[in-house]
């Protein structure tokens, strides 16, 4: 879907990004990750032609952009950055409704899709939809800003910080929500973050970038399981433990899972309290055994199996690695 070989941007003497080369499959996200000034945002916006690379090439889709008029190419990419650039004298409908209006949507399919947008981005029409920017929080401008990006279907989402500016609880709530998109699933994403454990949670690959230079491109599991150098092996390591838990996957888990052994007549059934949970992934782990099996808690001898354990793990990854 979206393919750099060797993208590179001088300012002056001054390298800012050298050499940047990868290749998404439609529905992949792409994690940018770095130091302060490592070149994330100047690489993206080599993507929609916002800079213009000094060496090196995009390609979308096989055609290179350099070749593509820009508009054209824009209609493409919807693009969602930190301080939300919305109009602050459109309405919230106004604002997602931009690009297809410059499409030439008609009035009745705008409007659906607006509607459809805001409720999938947990905002209720009714309410909101004829408020203004300044009339809104600053988790709902971004959630606005979200809306606006995706409102004409464009196949490839950039985003630049796009939870930034919002506390970490709304932060949080939002990329859920985001992660949650049914529509997200077939797009081709690059975001950039400073933010390590939201690069290893929404990224199918992790970018890490040092002084202009590629230091790792990989899955996130790869960064913690084989870090390719020291750089990348340090920028892993104060939060290794969250980093595994934000990577983990269902399927690693289901791996590490032998048959439930059967439960004994007189087993309570567990309730899977976070703590106990937290604890029983900890050790297996830590120990290499398989986290099945009986524990005594508050007191009594409690089994827990294979389903509840699963089910347990989706309801909790989030919060555990918090
Ligand atoms: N227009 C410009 N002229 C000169 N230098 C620039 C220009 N734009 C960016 N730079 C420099 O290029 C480097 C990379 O900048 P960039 O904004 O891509 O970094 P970043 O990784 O996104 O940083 P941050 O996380 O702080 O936003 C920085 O050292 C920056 O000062």
Known sequence: ???????????????????????????????????????????????????????????????????????????????????????????????????????????????ARTGALLEQLGLDTGAFAQKYPNELSGGQQQRVGIARALAANPPIVLMDEPFGALDPLTRQQ????????????SKTTIMVTHDIEEAFEMGSLVCLLNRGEVQQLAPPETLLQSPANEFVADFVAEKAAQLELRSAKLR?????????????????????????????????????KHPLGSTTYQGQQRYFTLPLLIEAFKNNLQSWAN
């Open 1 to 111: 879907m979206i393919k750099t070989q060797g993208l590179t941007r001088r300012f002056g003497d001054f390298t800012a990004v050298r050499e940047v080369s990868f290749e998404l499959q439609e529905g992949q996200t792409l994690a940018l990750i770095g130091p302060s000034g490592c070149g994330k945002t100047t690489t993206l916006k080599m993507l929609n032609r916002l800079i213009t690379p000094s060496a090196g090439n995009v390609w979308v889709n096989g055609q290179d952009i350099s070749q593509q008029p820009v508009v054209q190419l824009r209609r493409q990419m919807g693009y969602v950055i930190q301080d939300m650039g919305l109009f602050p004298h459109y309405t919230v409908a106004e604002n997602i409704a931009v690009v297809p209006r410059l499409l030439g949507w008609e009035v009745s399919k705008i409007k």
């Open 174 to 185: 939002i990329r859920r929500d985001f992660m949650e998109l049914e529509e997200l699933r």
């Open 252 to 288: 690693d888990i289901f791996s590490e899972l032998p048959e439930a052994p059967p439960l004994p007549g007189n087993a309570l059934p567990l309730s899977p309290t976070l703590p106990l949970l937290r604890a029983i992934y900890r050790l297996a782990k830590a120990r290499g």
